[in-house]
């Protein structure tokens, strides 16, 4: 889990499962997650725009062919 405020608000982002993701792959998601605030972006909101993304551009994948 990584914690951060964001205009005097706290909230937390989860990184993954403890089972699958490893100390070291947590510590990234975490550094990622500090440049996204350095840069004045909100770590969880950048995180639901990706995964809409690759909703959009599997969904645009499908034709009425399948």
């Known amino acids: 889990m990584f914690r951060y405020k964001l205009n005097k ?5 989860c990184l993954g499962p403890l089972s699958l993701v490893s ?3 947590a510590r990234n998601k975490a ?10 972006v909100c770590p969880h909101e950048h995180k639901l725009k990706q995964k ?3 909703q959009l551009a599997q969904f645009n ?3 009425f062919a399948e």
């Open 31 to 40: 550094f990622d997650c500090r440049k996204l605030l350095l840069e004045g």
């Open 9 to 13: 608000i706290t909230k937390t982002i």
């Open 52 to 54: 809409r993304q690759q």
């Open 23 to 25: 100390l070291s792959e």
């Open 61 to 63: 994948k499908i034709t």
